[in-house]
C-alpha cells in the first residue's frame, strides 16, 4: 500500500502541475502573440529568469533539500518539528531579505552576468527595470517553498501543487489588463510577479496553519539543529549554484543571436511540461518518502519506492520524449505561431525543442537518484558531480558555437543532463542493493522503449496525413488534439499489449490519490 501511496501521491502533484503548465502554456501563447521574440519578451524573460534563478538555489534547490530530509526525521522520531521548522524560516527569511537587498543594487552587473549580449541596446535598460521589479518574489517563494515542505513531508501534497497556477494566473491577468488599458505590457508583467508571490505565500501558509504548523516570524536563533541544516545544505547550495551556471552559460549563449532567448524560452516551456508533471512530482514524494524509510530501517521498502517512482516516471516521460521529438513542428505551430511569432520563430523553437526532448530521460531520472543522496545527508558528491557537469555543458556550448550557433546552448545542457544521471547512478552503487533495479524494472523498461517507438512511428506517418489541417486556422487545434489523442492510444495500447505495464496500476492510484485524507 505505501508504494500506492506514492504513486498516488506523484499523481496529486503531477495533477496539479499539469494544470498549471496548461495555464503555462496559455500565458506563453499571449506572450508569443504580443510580443513575438522582440526586444521587450527577450527582456522580460531576463528579468523573470533571475528570482527564479535564485529561487531554485535558495528554496525549491538546496535549502529544500536539506530541510525535507531533516524535517521528515524529526516528525518520524516525534522530535520538535515544529519549532525547527520555525527556526529554519527565520534563517531563511534573513538571508533571502539581504541577499534580495543586494540583487536590488547590483541589478545592472546581474543582468550582464545573465545575458552580455544585450549590452548597447534597449533590451539591457528594460531588463534591469524589469528584474528591479520581479525580484522580491525570491523572498516570497522562497518562503513558500519551506512551508511547500513541510506540507509535503506530512502527505499534504495538494496545496503545494495549487501555488504554481497562481503566478500563471496572474502573468495572464496581466496580459489582458495591459492590453485592455494601453499599459506597457512588460511593465505590467514585471508588477504581477510578486503580486502573485504574495498570493502563493497565503495559499501554502493557510493551508500549513490547518495542517498544525502556523508559522509566524520570529527573532532567528542559531541553534544546534539550524547549524546542523547549514552545514548540510552548504554543499547542496554550492551544487545548486553550479546547475544555476549551467543556465547562465545557455543565456549567455543565447543573448548574442536576436531572438534566441525567446527561442529557447518557449522550447523550455514544451519540455518542462513532462518534467514539471512527472520529474518534479516524483522529487517532490520521494525525498521525504526516503527519508522517513531510512529513519525506520526500511532497507526493502525504500527499495521498491525508488524502483516504483523510476518505473512510473519512465513510463510516461519515455513517450513524451519520442512525441516531442517526431512532432516539435506541429507543436510549435499551432501554440505558438501567431501574430508576433513567425514561421522562422517556429523552426528555431521546434529545433531547440527536439534537443532538449533528448535530455529529458535524463532529468527525470536525476530527480529520481538525487533523493538517494540527499535523504542520507549526503550533499558532498552531488556537488562533485554538479561541477562535472558544469565543465561538460560549458565546454560544449562555447567550443560549438561556431557550428551549431544558438543550438550550441540546448546540446551543451542534454549532454551535462546525461552526464549527472550517469554519475549518480555510478555514486548510488556504494549505498548497497536497495539502491538496485528490481527484476520488474528491469523487465518493463525494454518494453517501455518498444510502445513508445511503434508511437513515434505512428505518430510521424499522422503528421504527415494532418498537414493541411495543422496549417488550417480552424482546424489545426483540432488536428493537433487527434495527433496527440493517437499518440496516447497507440502507446498505452501497446505497451499494455507487451506488458510494459498495468493500466489497473494508474487507475488504483489515481482512485488512492482522490480518496486519500491528510496524514495526521
Known sequence: MAQVRLVAGILTVGGWTMLSRIFGFARDIAFAATLGSGPV???FMIALSLPNLFRRFFAE???NLAFVPMFARKLEGGDDAAGFAADAMSGL???VGIVMALAMILMPWLVWAMASGFQGDARFGMAVEFGRITFPYILLISLTALLSGILNATGRFAAAAVAPVVLNLCLLAATGLALWQGWPVGIALSWSVPVAGVG???????AAARAGYPLM???PRLTPDLKRLALVAAPAMLAGGVSQINLLVGRQVASFFDGAVAWLSYADRLYQLPLGVVGVAIAVVLLPDLSRRLRAGDAAGGQASLNRAAEFGLALTIPATVALMVIATPLVQVL???GAFSAGD???TA??????AAGLPALVLHKVLQPLFYAREDTVRPFRYALVCLFANAGLAVALVPVAGFLAAPIGMTVAAWVMVALLWHGSRSMGPQTAPDARFRARLPRMLVAALVMGVVLAALAVLLDGPLHSPHLRYLALLGLVAAGIVTYFGTGTLIGAFRLAEFRAAMRRGAAAKPAP
Open 336 to 338: 505558438f505561431q501567431r
Open 217 to 219: 516570524p520570529r527573532r
Open 200 to 206: 502563493q505565500l497565503a495559499l501554502v501558509w493557510w
Open 346 to 348: 517556429t523552426a528555431a
Open 41 to 43: 519578451a527577450e527582456a
Open 93 to 95: 527569511a534573513v538571508v
Open 61 to 63: 534547490g538546496a535549502f
Open 351 to 356: 529545433l531547440s525543442v527536439v534537443i532538449y
